[in-house]
C-alpha cells in the first residue's frame, strides 16, 4: 500500500492507470514489480588497407547489460554480463574469461583511502561483484542462489578450513519456519568454483609498529580477512580471536601487499595478567586473502557444503565438508559440529572434524614479513579431531556469586591440520578457566591447563589469581603459578617450578595510573630456572591530545621494557614513538628490541601524509623498514599521490634481503560523469 498527493503522477495499476489530481493523498496497491536496467550491443565493421598487401576485412563486437528487479513471486534478481570488445565469432566465448578490468577495481578500492577528496558526498557500490563477466543472483529474504563472488565461510569451527574468496556458484536455502529466537529449523548451502587465484595465509608476530609487508602482492580486492589471535606459544593453540574490521582498525595496499595498522596490536586487544614468564601468550596477526599467482593454479575446482538443523529450540547440529582441487593432492575437511545453548547465558560447542590431502601453507614472519619461514603444507593420510567449547555463567548454574567458567578440551590425531597450526604427534589440550566475584570490589580467577603429546612433551599450569579495587585509588592483584613441564629435547625445560607475583596499582584520577609489580620463585626442581623479576610502569594522558606509556622490569631472564608516546592534537593525525625489549624473544644478551617512530597527519585540506620507520634488532639478526606516502589535492578536479616502501634485514651469517615498492597515482575529474585515473607501480 502506497500514497500518492502530487498532481499527473501515473502509477501502475493492474492493466491500467491511476492518476491523482487532488491534494488528498490516494491509496495505490503496487500489483507489478519494479524493474530497471541498461545495456549496450556494439558492432563494427571495417576493411584494413596498406600499401602493397591485400585488402582484409574485420570485425569487433561487445554485449554488455545490468538489470535488477523483483518478481511477483518474491524473488529479486540481479545479473549483468559483459562481453567485452573482440571477434564477433567469439564474442560469447569470451563470458568464460576472467575480466581483466579487475585490476582496476582493486585500484578503486586502495582509493578509498588514496584519494581522499573527490568533491561531492558520492560513492560507489558496486551491485555486481564478480571476477569474470558474468554475474547472477537470484533471491528472497531467506535464501538465494547466485555465480559471482563469494566467501566459504559457513560457520565460524575452530577445527574447519577457513575461509577463501571465490568466483563461481553458490546457493543457500533457509526453511520458512522459525525457532523461539528467530532462527530458521534448517538451512543449507554449497558452493563450487574453479579458481584462477591462490590462497595465502600470512602469521605476522606482533613488532610494536602497525606497518606489515604481506608475503604476495596483488592481492584481490576484497578477500583480506584479518583475525588479531592471542596464542599459546607452547602448543600453538589460538586462546582468543578478535576480527579486526577493514577502514576502523586496518587497510591493505592490495597492489603492494601492504598492511597499516590503526594502531599497535597491543592497543587492539590487551592480555591481562601478573606473571611473566617464558610461556606467557603472544599475539599475532592471521592475514588470509586471495591473489593472483604468476604461475596458474593446478586448475581443480573448489567445492564445499553445510547444512544445519535445529533440534528444539536451544540446539543445533551441523554437518559440512570442504574440498580444495587447486592443490597439488586434494584437501578435505570434514566436520560436524553440535551447539547447544543450556542457558540464559551459557553455551556448549562440540566439533568432529577429519582432514586429508595437502595442508594449508602459512608464511610465518616475527619481523613485520620482511623475513619469513614457510609451514605447512605437507600431504597427511586421513587425521581425526575432536573439540569442545563451554561457556557456563554462575546464574545458570544455581551459584549465587556472580561469574562464569570455560572449558576448552581439544584432541587430534598426528596429520591434523587447520589454518593454525600442524599436528606432528598425538595431542590432547584441556583449559579450565573461571571467574567469580567474591565482592563488589573482589574477583578470584583460576585456570587449569594441561597439554600432552606422544612425541613426549607435557605441560600442567595451575594458577590463582585475585584482584582488589581498594578504593578510588589503589588496585591490588596477586597470583600463585604452579607448573610442571617434560620436554624430552630440552633438559633446561623440564622440570616443577612454582611461582607468586603481586601488583600494586596507584590511580591519580582517570588519565593516571602508577604501578608496581615483583614476581618470584619459590620452589623449583628439575631444569626449570628461576623467574625473578621486578619492574615498575605508568600511563598517563598529557592535556588532551598526548598519552605516555611505559613499563621496566629486571629478572632472571633479562631486561623487559615498553614505552609509547602517542600524541593526536585532531582527528585523524598522530605522531607516535615507541621502543619493546621482550627478555622471552631470544636468551642471548645481545638483542636490543625493537624501536618505531610514525606520522599520520592530515596537514591541510588539500595534503596529508603518513610515514613510518621500524628498527628491529633482534640476536643475530638487524631490520630497518621504512613506510611513506603523501597525498595532494591540487584542485577541486586533480588529486595526485605517491608511497614509498623500502625494508632491509641483515642477519649473523651476511645475507641481505632488501625490499623497495614506490607507486605513484593521480585522478582527474572532469565534470560530473567523466574521471581519469591512473597508478604506476
Given amino acids: 500500500m502506497s500514497k500518492i498527493g502530487v498532481a499527473d503522477q501515473a502509477i501502475s495499476q493492474g492493466e491500467g492507470f491511476v492518476i491523482s489530481l487532488s491534494d488528498e493523498p490516494v491509496p495505490v496497491v503496487d500489483t507489478l514489480p519494479q524493474w530497471y536496467g541498461t545495456g549496450l550491443i556494439d558492432l563494427t565493421f571495417g576493411k584494413r588497407e596498406a600499401r602493397g598487401q591485400e585488402a582484409t576485412d574485420y570485425n569487433t563486437g561487445r554485449a554488455a547489460f545490468f538489470v535488477q528487479g523483483d518478481l511477483q513471486s518474491g524473488y529479486k534478481v540481479t545479473a549483468s554480463a559483459d562481453t567485452g570488445t573482440g571477434d564477433i565469432k567469439d564474442m560469447f566465448r569470451r563470458l568464460d574469461n576472467a575480466d581483466p578490468n579487475v585490476i582496476l577495481q582493486r585500484m578503486r578500492q586502495d582509493g578509498k583511502t588514496t584519494y581522499s577528496t573527490y568533491g561531492d558526498d558520492s560513492s560507489i557500490v558496486d551491485a555486481t561483484p564478480t571476477d569474470g563477466r558474468v554475474y547472477v543472483r537470484v533471491e528472497n529474504e531467506t535464501s538465494h542462489i547466485m555465480w559471482?563472488?563469494?566467501?566459504?565461510?559457513?560457520?565460524?569451527?575452530?577445527?574447519?578450513?577457513?575461509?577463501?574468496?571465490?568466483?563461481?556458484?553458490?546457493?543457500?536455502?533457509?526453511?520458512?519456519?522459525?525457532?523461539?529466537?528467530?532462527?530458521?529449523?534448517?538451512?543449507?548451502?554449497?558452493?563450487?568454483?574453479?579458481?584462477?587465484?591462490?590462497?595465502?595465509?600470512?602469521?605476522?608476530?606482533?613488532?610494536?609498529?602497525?606497518?606489515?609487508?604481506?608475503s604476495r602482492q596483488n592481492i584481490l580486492a576484497g578477500t583480506d580477512k584479518i583475525d588479531l589471535q592471542i596464542v599459546d606459544p607452547v602448543t600453538g593453540a589460538v586462546i582468543a580471536t578478535t576480527p579486526l574490521v577493514q577502514g576502523r582498525d586496518y587497510r591493505v595496499d592490495a597492489l603492494q601487499g601492504v598492511l597499516v595498522l590503526s594502531q599497535p596490536v597491543a592497543s587492539l586487544a590487551p592480555i591481562s595478567g601478573v606473571l611473566l614468564d617464558e610461556d606467557s601468550l603472544r599475539y599475532q596477526l592471521m592475514v588470509q586473502y586471495e591473489y593472483d599467482p604468476i604461475?596458474?593454479?593446478?586448475?581443480?575446482?573448489?567445492?564445499?557444503?553445510?547444512?544445519?538443523?535445529?533440534?528444539?529450540?536451544?540446539?543445533?547440529?551441523?554437518?559440512?565438508?570442504?574440498?580444495?582441487?587447486?592443490?597439488?593432492?586434494?584437501?578435505?575437511?570434514?566436520?560436524?559440529?553440535?551447539?547447544?545453548?543450556?542457558?540464559?547465558?551459557?553455551?556448549?560447542?562440540?566439533?568432529?572434524?577429519?582432514?586429508?590431502?595437502?595442508?594449508?601453507?602459512?608464511?610465518?614472519?616475527?619481523?613485520?614479513?620482511?623475513?619469513?619461514?614457510?609451514?605447512?603444507?605437507?600431504?597427511?593420510?586421513r587425521a581425526n579431531a575432536a573439540r569442545l567449547d563451554a561457556h557456563l555463567d554462575h546464574a545458570d548454574l544455581g551459584i549465587s556469586r556472580p561469574g562464569s567458567i570455560n572449558i576448552m578440551v581439544e584432541q587430534r590425531e598426528a596429520g591434523f591440520q587447520t589454518t593454525a597450526a600442524d599436528t606432528p604427534a598425538d595431542q590432547t589440550q584441556v583449559r579450565i578457566e573461571q571467574t567469580v566475584e567474591l565482592t563488589d570490589k573482589t574477583t578470584l580467577s583460576t585456570k587449569l591447563d594441561h597439554f600432552e603429546s606422544d612425541a613426549g612433551t607435557q605441560r600442567k599450569i595451575v594458577q590463582a589469581s585475585v584482584r582488589r579495587d581498594v578504593n578510588e585509588d589503589w588496585t591490588v592483584e596477586g597470583s600463585v603459578e604452579a607448573r610442571d613441564v617434560t620436554d624430552p629435547t630440552r633438559a633446561d625445560k623440564s622440570g616443577q617450578r612454582t611461582d607468586v607475583g603481586a601488583r600494586v596499582t596507584r590511580h591519580y584520577g582517570p588519565n593516571t595510573d602508577v604501578w608496581v609489580f615483583g614476581q618470584g620463585t619459590v620452589q623449583k626442581s628439575g631444569g626449570l630456572s628461576n623467574e625473578n623479576r621486578l619492574g615498575a610502569g605508568f600511563k598517563t594522558k598529557l592535556g588532551e591530545h598526548t598519552t605516555v606509556t611505559a613499563e621496566a622490569s629486571d629478572g632472571t631472564s633479562g631486561v623487559n621494557a615498553s614505552a609509547r608516546i602517542s600524541y593526536a592534537p585532531v582527528e585523524g593525525t598522530e605522531y607516535y614513538l615507541g621502543y619493546s625489549l621482550d627478555s622471552t624473544r631470544s636468551a642471548a644478551s645481545d638483542d636490543r628490541g625493537t624501536a618505531v617512530m610514525g606520522v599520520r597527519e592530515k596537514m591541510t585540506d588539500k595534503l596529508s601524509i603518513f610515514a613510518e620507520t621500524q628498527l628491529d634488532q633482534p640476536t643475530g639478526k638487524r631490520s630497518l623498514t621504512r613506510n611513506v606516502g603523501v597525498t595532494y589535492q591540487a584542485t577541486d578536479e586533480l588529486a595526485v599521490s605517491a608511497t614509498y616502501e623500502r625494508g632491509t634485514l641483515r642477519d649473523a651469517n651476511g645475507r641481505n634481503t632488501d625490499r623497495v615498492a614506490t607507486s605513484f597515482g593521480g585522478q582527474y575529474q572532469v565534470g560530473d560523469k567523466v574521471t581519469f585515473s591512473g597508478r604506476v607501480e
Fill in 295 to 381: 604461475l596458474p593454479t593446478s586448475g581443480g575446482d573448489v567445492s564445499g557444503a553445510r547444512g544445519e538443523v535445529a533440534l528444539g529450540s536451544s540446539a543445533r547440529v551441523g554437518v559440512q565438508i570442504d574440498r580444495d582441487g587447486s592443490l597439488a593432492t586434494a584437501r578435505e575437511v570434514a566436520s560436524i559440529d553440535l551447539n547447544a545453548d543450556i542457558g540464559a547465558q551459557s553455551s556448549i560447542t562440540i566439533e568432529l572434524a577429519q582432514s586429508s590431502g595437502m595442508g594449508p601453507t602459512r608464511n610465518i614472519s616475527d619481523n613485520g614479513g620482511l623475513d619469513v619461514a614457510v609451514h605447512g603444507g605437507a600431504v597427511t593420510d
Fill in 148 to 214: 559471482g563472488n563469494f566467501s566459504t565461510q559457513a560457520a565460524p569451527l575452530k577445527l574447519g578450513s577457513g575461509s577463501r574468496s571465490l568466483y563461481g556458484a553458490s546457493a543457500s536455502i533457509q526453511s520458512q519456519q522459525k525457532t523461539d529466537d528467530g532462527r530458521p529449523k534448517a538451512k543449507l548451502s554449497a558452493y563450487s568454483a574453479k579458481p584462477n587465484s591462490a590462497a595465502m595465509r600470512d602469521v605476522l608476530k606482533a613488532t610494536g609498529g602497525s606497518v606489515f609487508f604481506l
